[in-house]
């Protein structure tokens, strides 16, 4: 099913969507690599305070290539997301609506997302120029020390996503595998 949704993500959103269902975002939504997952978890830690709101947000695990002339951004492909699963659970419970990435997320993730509300997207790895076209704006927001891994402010039209876990803890790439076995 598609559904278009508009992001920052409502609790009430988050909770209708299905794990499998075809959704485009439109909004503003923010990219976190690894190295500011750590920066951001370390902080947290300290007691300080982030510079982005987790609350109702999305985060992108995605570090762009350089514009070409003319556009705002470069190709925008999403990142393994068990790399920041270490820090997902306290950004969760912080607020942290949803978060896009590729592949599979351990079971404390999993987990923060029931706990939370939230959902877990997949992007479509391998098509960042094809993702690049539903990014209206990118604006470095924190850490421009870490290059193309600083945080971004990314303002979207109708970006494509999958959603792999959903609120209720159902997960896709579980559910994808055993419908595969009981149709061969």
Same mark, same amino acid.
């Given at each position: 099913m598609n559904k278009y949704i508009h992001v920052p993500l409502s609790a009430e959103d988050a909770r209708s969507l299905c794990a499998g269902d075809y959704v485009y975002l439109n909004g503003t939504i923010y990219t976190a690599r690894d190295a500011a997952h750590k920066r951001m978890y370390e902080r947290l830690k300290e007691g300080e305070k982030l510079p982005i709101s987790m609350d109702h947000n999305i985060i992108y695990y995605m570090g762009p290539s350089p514009a070409r002339k003319g556009r705002v951004i470069g190709?925008?492909?999403?990142?393994?997301?068990?790399?920041?699963?270490?820090?997902?659970? $306290?950004?969760?419970? +912080?607020?942290? @609506?949803?978060?896009?990435?590729?592949?599979?997320?351990? !079971?404390?993730? &999993? #987990?923060?997302i029931v706990r939370n509300g939230a959902v877990y997207f997949a992007a479509v790895g391998g098509a960042g120029a094809l993702l690049s076209k539903s990014i209206l704006s990118s604006e470095v927001i924190a850490y421009d020390d870490l290059?193309?891994? $600083?945080?971004?402010? +990314?303002?979207? @039209?109708?970006?494509?996503?999958?959603?792999?876990?959903? !609120?209720?803890? &159902? #997960?896709?790439y579980e559910t994808a595998i055993l419908q595969y076995q009981e149709e061969t």
């Open positions: 190709s925008a492909g999403p990142t393994t997301a068990s790399r920041m699963d270490k820090y997902a659970p $306290a950004l969760l419970d +912080l607020g942290l @609506k949803g978060m896009i990435g590729k592949g599979k997320r351990s !079971s404390a993730v &999993k #987990d923060a290059g193309t891994e $600083a945080i971004r402010r +990314l303002e979207v @039209k109708d970006f494509p996503v999958i959603v792999v876990i959903d !609120s209720t803890g &159902k #997960d896709l």
